[in-house]
């Protein structure tokens, strides 16, 4: 509701302040009394678009602020809630012209953007002439009235959350019964048996990938590492380079121990050299050869490929995906009870409410 208007330097009005009482207000007078320039400052605070020719001759701005009590106005507080603009039971627009064409829009003392005015607008006035299309012939309008006017509110959250239960079991209601026929439980189980033939593991499945990469090219891994191997320990290598420098520095340390720290490095040196060899030589008998081992493990992959690409899901994915078979396929199987219990749930939920009128 209405509480004050304040005027500054609008049109022809240097200062006006308006305060509305309790109950139906009539504002009267002769023609050029000004009414009109009291819908026109309520009309800037709703939104309307502004022209410096509204501010009186000699000023530099024109200002307009009305006070409205919005205490049991639920929509509004919930919008000005949701926008971060409440301040307690009262909403304060103000509307400020300037000179240069400027205009500035405020809400609770926070600058807004004129659609935030007019969002709020229809909260808060329904301004309106002769003959003119208004809110009160708006049935929607009619029953917000009548509920804020009945303190329906409580109410009417209730039924809110009736109706949402409501659509939901609905809509699991027409999911049973679109997908839970005899073609689709059918499909279910042949793609859940062909997941339990396949003896998914999850191990293998983590680790498939990597292992078809390295036996694919285990020639060239082969090749790779023999010649890093050979060229560690051939006599022209670094293996037999170091030792001569190792004797060399043994001579060396004799006639100046100062150089012992240096031989220790040297020989540190040597003793990874042949780590190096030793793990080199392990790693060249455990890649696996085996023509009957490669074509296994290339089946086997291309058998996890067919699989990912019928379920769209990654080789490690596809116990998940079986698993999620498996839990569509108890829902299904159990769907006419699913249904019934639904039904029930449909009727005792319907949002039916009765008035006394």
């Known amino acids: 509701m209405l509480q004050s208007l304040s005027i ?25 009394a000004g009414k009109s320039i009291l819908l026109q400052g309520l009309n800037l605070l709703l939104g309307q678009r502004a022209d410096v020719g509204l501010i009186r001759s000699g000023k530099d ?45 405020f809400i609770n003392g926070r600058a807004v953007t004129l659609s935030s005015l007019r969002d709020i607008s229809r909260y808060l006035v329904d301004i309106h002439g002769q003959n003119e299309h208004h809110l009160l012939l708006n049935p929607l309008y009619q029953l917000e009235i009548y509920d804020s006017y009945q303190n329906n509110q409580e109410l009417l959250e209730t039924l809110s959350k009736k109706v949402v239960e409501y659509r939901d079991i609905s809509q699991r209601i027409e999911a049973l019964k679109s997908e839970g026929n005899e073609k689709t439980i059918e499909l279910l189980n042949f793609h859940c048996k062909e997941l339990e033939k396949a003896n998914l593991n999850q191990e293998e ?37 170091l030792d001569k420098i190792i004797f060399e520095t043994e001579k060396a340390n004799d006639l100046d121990p100062n150089l ?27 890649i696996d050869v085996d023509p009957e081992t490669i074509k296994l493990t290339e089946n086997r992959i291309s058998f996890f490929y067919d699989l990912c690409r019928k379920h769209d899901c990654e080789i490690t994915e596809l116990i998940d995906k079986k698993n999620e078979i498996e839990s569509k396929l108890a829902l299904f199987s159990d769907s006419s009870k699913n249904l019934e219990e639904l039904v029930k749930k449909t009727r005792k939920n319907s949002p039916r409410i009765y008035f006394d009128c």
């Open 260 to 286: 012992a720290e240096s031989l220790e490095l040297l020989k540190s040196a040597q003793i990874q050299i042949q780590e190096t060899q030793y793990n080199l030589e392990n790693y060249l008998s455990s």
């Open 61 to 105: 701005r024109a200002e307009v602020t009305a006070i409205f009590e919005i205490n049991q106005n639920i929509p509004l507080r919930d919008y000005l809630s949701c926008e971060s603009l409440d301040e307690g039971d009262d909403c304060i627009l103000r509307r400020v012209i300037t000179s240069d064409g400027k205009s500035k829009a």
């Open 8 to 32: 500054r330097n609008l049109a022809v009005v240097e200062s006006l302040d308006f305060n509305a009482d309790g109950g139906l207000n009539i504002i009267t007078g002769e023609t050029g």
């Open 205 to 241: 499945l983590d680790t498939i990938e990597e292992r078809f990469k390295l036996i694919k090219n285990s020639g060239k891994l082969i090749e790779s590492i023999s010649n890093i191997a050979g060229n560690l320990s051939h006599q022209d290598g670094p293996g037999y380079q």
